[in-house]
């Protein structure tokens, strides 16, 4: 299922250096590293966690210059850090590469439900 994708920029630049694509499993291969090393403070932190994911997204990516420390040693303030000199955005997957939308009839035998 392609739900979107992790776009990564300098700071003050537009030019994207790289992607990877966002998932569930990404999401949960953090909350994993995080736990395993017992780091609740970046595991509960919803702002820390989401800025965790993307930036274990660039290092999976290759991104040069992304380079996390170990899940044990992450805090929010390293994090904030990392921002300051980068910039990451997930991007939607355009309508064409969305998966089929399914629309129920609310009344598929066309009947109001009021007697006559």
Not at 42 to 51: I, K, P
């Amino acid at each position: 299922m392609n739900i979107g994708r992790i776009d990564f920029t300098r700071v003050g630049s537009d030019e994207v250096v790289g992607s990877y694509p966002y998932s569930n499993g990404l999401r949960t291969l953090c909350l994993v590293r995080l736990n395993k090393a017992k780091n609740r403070e970046v595991a509960t932190d919803t702002n820390a966690l989401g800025t965790y994911i993307a930036f274990t997204a660039g290092e999976l990516a290759g991104i040069e210059g992304i380079e996390l420390p170990a899940a044990r040693d992450v805090t929010p303030e390293s994090l904030a850090l990392m921002m300051l000199e980068w910039d990451f955005a997930l991007v939607e997957p355009d309508r064409d590469e969305r998966p089929e939308e399914r629309v129920e009839d609310e009344n598929p035998t066309a009947t109001s439900g009021a007697s006559s």
